[in-house]
């Protein structure tokens, strides 16, 4: 079992950065693949940015790619989303989530192959 609490959403001009934390509790917080969803009223949760159990290695969508970051630490057991150039269309309620590794490896991109998710966290980007 793994709990996961967001935090560090809130209000930002567009062009700047918001820095998202998720504290997961759990000792087997290492095992698990992390990723990050958002969502917006009416509308599907969509996959952000993911990274892997150990090596760090990290993916992101298209919209987001060359704009966000991606981290964890295994021994604090957190991931972090680091939002840089924010656009308007980035406002949603932000999502961690974790997602056993054989579940993940089907399709690290689909928000059903992840096991456990936060209360998420609203991201607002004025214009």
């Known amino acids: 079992q793994v709990q996961l609490v967001e935090s560090g959403g809130g209000l930002v001009q567009a062009g700047g950065s918001l820095s998202l934390s998720c504290a997961a509790s759990?000792?087997?917080?290492?095992?698990?693949?992390m990723g990050w969803f958002r969502q917006v009223p009416g509308k599907e949760r969509e996959f952000v940015a993911a990274i892997d159990w150990s090596t760090g290695t990290a993916y992101f969508a298209d919209s987001v790619k060359d704009r966000f970051a991606i981290s964890r630490d295994n021994a604090k057991n957190t991931v972090s989303l680091l939002m840089n150039s924010l656009k308007p269309e980035d406002t949603a309620v932000y999502y961690c989530?974790?997602?056993?590794?054989?579940?993940?490896?089907?399709?690290?991109?689909?928000?059903?192959?992840?096991?456990?998710w936060g209360q998420g966290t609203q991201v607002t980007v004025s214009s």
């Open positions: 989530a974790a997602a056993m590794r054989w579940r993940w490896e089907r399709d690290r991109f689909s928000r059903y192959n992840y096991d456990y």
């Open positions: 759990g000792r087997t917080f290492s095992t698990y693949a």
